[in-house]
């Protein structure tokens, strides 16, 4: 077991199974000065199947980002030379690169700081230290919501879960939810137009081994609305009065 950057990792079981790869047709653009940090994030991503070339410096980046294609950056923002922010700046002000989504990941995991990322551009923010599991499934999430974005074309637009974190998206808008809203959005999107009754959300969201209250469940409706809000589409909970609550897809 190897201790790297807060987070641990069966080393000699990872590197089995895991080879180095050059920036020719690699899948991941990693932009991370700390070897120790970068080296772990190239283990896990190259375990799950992608490829990964690192820049150590923004003006490293700048020219990887300049000569090949790239389907995700993950960026520190702390860089030595030019900053992460701007090579962020650069990148979504670019016509031909903006589409590249880029995963931020800093020290800097104060709400201002990731607000600021996230509005300057960054598709998604993951502070240090942080677990490699959840690296691999927000930098998978990313690329699926690529894929369906550049696949989706006019097609009606859909809210859609992402499976391995609690995030609902519609296109290329995306909210994080709390846990338990994420759940009962779950159950509740899983039969759409079906009326759900309290009770049954209690035991399938909550679970039936612990006690809570009834209205528990209008409190975290309530919640799950407010945040459906930032995408339009809070109608899309719909109370029925004396039964409980279903959820209708949106109609454009």
């Known amino acids: 077991m190897v201790e790297i950057g807060g987070v641990s990792l069966q080393y000699r079981d990872l590197m089995k199974s895991i080879e180095m790869n050059d920036s020719n047709g690699a899948d991941i653009l990693i932009v991370e000065d700390e070897d120790a940090i970068a080296r772990l994030m190239g283990l896990h991503l190259r375990a799950a199947g992608f490829t990964t070339h690192r820049c150590a410096d923004g003006d490293e980046a700048l020219n990887c980002l300049c000569d090949g294609e790239w389907r995700l950056v993950i960026l520190d923002r702390m860089l030595p030379g030019t900053g992460g922010m701007q090579v962020l700046r650069w990148l979504k002000g670019s016509e031909k690169r903006a589409h590249i989504p880029v995963l931020m990941v800093t020290a800097l995991g104060m709400a201002s700081e990731r607000v600021q990322g996230l509005n300057e551009g960054a598709d998604d923010y993951l502070p240090k230290p942080f677990e490699?599991?959840?690296?691999?499934?927000?930098?998978?999430?990313?690329?699926?919501?690529?894929?369906?974005?550049?696949?989706?074309?006019?097609?009606?637009?859909?809210?859609?879960?992402?499976?391995?974190?609690?995030?609902?998206?519609?296109?290329?808008?995306?909210?994080?939810?709390?846990?338990?809203?994420?759940?009962?959005?779950?159950?509740?999107?899983?039969?759409?137009?079906?009326?759900?009754?309290?009770?049954?959300?209690?035991?399938?969201?909550?679970?039936?081994?612990?006690?809570?209250?009834?209205?528990?469940?209008?409190?975290?409706?309530?919640?799950?609305?407010?945040?459906?809000?930032?995408?339009?589409?809070s109608e899309c909970i719909e109370t029925v009065r004396g039964m409980g609550y279903r959820f209708l897809p949106p109609s454009e």
Do not use: C, F
């Open 132 to 233: 490699p599991d959840e690296l691999v499934a927000r930098a998978r999430a990313l690329l699926r919501r690529t894929r369906i974005v550049n696949s989706g074309g006019t097609a009606t637009p859909t809210l859609q879960l992402d499976p391995d974190v609690p995030v609902v998206y519609e296109g290329d808008k995306r909210v994080d939810l709390r846990p338990m809203e994420y759940k009962l959005l779950q159950i509740l999107m899983r039969k759409p137009g079906k009326t759900r009754a309290r009770d049954y959300l209690l035991d399938h969201v909550w679970g039936n081994d612990v006690y809570v209250e009834a209205r528990t469940v209008d409190v975290t409706v309530k919640r799950l609305r407010k945040a459906l809000k930032e995408l339009d589409r």
